[in-house]
């Protein structure tokens, strides 16, 4: 595979203080990159799930990106403001001069989402993930596209999942991630005579504080998965792959799952492990139509 003549230098990770985001981060910067990382923990922690504190603030991801051989730069920012988030790029813009990489992965995700129960049962508050999420990766993307458009090349990127596809924690949450997918496919038909690409990625479960939180409340639900999650840092490193790749744009709209792009790009977890692909067990994306109603 040849190899690219511009590749990234510039990414901004949304909801970065922990987690995906945090992973998907310090890969990048691993990669040498310059990581502008968002969120609202800048020097404290505001993460919970119920009664258990989260560690991450993005001053400590930051620290971590130049750490590991990168430049890692903090930009609080409440994606729930269209202001703040407006700033961000104005920010990036005179300071770094362009942007290659989004990655959208900033979520409002409530306590409850993987309590038992009717969607009715469970808080209102779930649903805030269509602003934060949703909505918010919306936005991201139109501060975005204009910095890539004019140096005509750039990645967007959305964290999705198979709850695309499946029952996945309730319809908020399906919801959500079935947005970024078609976020994915409609933006690169917008892009596309940019030379810049769109995707939706389908993470497998990954080992993040969340997860290592839910999975010793609920073992019985998450153990076998959690034996074979992803690391964000091996979605950092499949993200920057598919920045790399000179075909990029062949596959731009597209919903792709990641533990499959791992294998076209010869990325393993540590030791060699490949994380599996769930598309026989959760499903596949959806191939979206070839029309165009302009």
């Known amino acids: ?31 040498g990159m310059t990581v502008y990382v968002t969120g609202r923990s800048l020097e404290h922690s505001l993460g919970r799930l119920k009664d258990v504190a989260l560690p991450g603030t993005l001053h400590e991801t930051a620290a971590e990106v130049s750490r590991s051989g990168g430049r890692g730069i903090a930009l609080a920012c409440d994606h729930g403001d269209d ?13 770094a001069g362009g942007l290659d990489i989004l990655v959208n992965n900033a979520a409002s995700i409530h306590d409850s989402l993987i309590d038992p129960g009717g969607f009715w049962e469970k808080p209102l ?16 993307s139109y501060y975005a596209a204009p910095l890539m458009v004019r140096a005509g090349r750039g990645l967007i990127a959305f964290t999705s999942s198979f709850g695309a596809s499946c029952y996945m924690h309730g319809p908020a949450y399906g919801a959500q991630k079935v947005g970024l997918d078609k976020f994915a496919a409609d933006m690169a038909v917008d892009l596309a005579a940019h030379d810049v ?82 598309r026989e067990m959760l499903g596949s994306p959806r191939i979206p139509h070839p029309a165009k109603v302009m």
Request: net charge neutral; aromatic share 6%; proline share 6%.
């Open 125 to 140: 508050a779930l649903a805030d993930i269509l602003d934060v999420g949703l909505r918010s990766a919306y936005v991201a």
């Open 197 to 278: 690409a769109a995707v939706s990625l389908w993470l497998g479960p990954q080992l993040t504080e969340r997860t290592e939180v839910a999975g010793r409340a609920r073992p019985e639900q998450y153990e076998a998965f959690l034996k074979q999650a992803e690391t964000p840092q091996f979605n950092g490193r499949v993200i920057h792959a598919l920045a790399c790749d000179p075909q990029l744009m062949e596959l731009s709209g597209q919903t792709l799952i990641s533990a499959e792009l791992a294998v076209r790009y010869g990325i393993t977890e540590a030791g060699g492990r490949a994380p599996p692909s769930y």
């Open 1 to 31: 595979m040849a190899g690219n003549p511009h590749p990234p230098k510039v990414a901004l990770v949304t909801g970065a203080s922990r987690g995906a985001g945090k992973g998907i981060a310090l890969a990048l910067g691993a990669a």
């Open 83 to 95: 202001a703040q988030v407006r700033a961000v790029f104005d920010h990036i813009e005179r300071e």
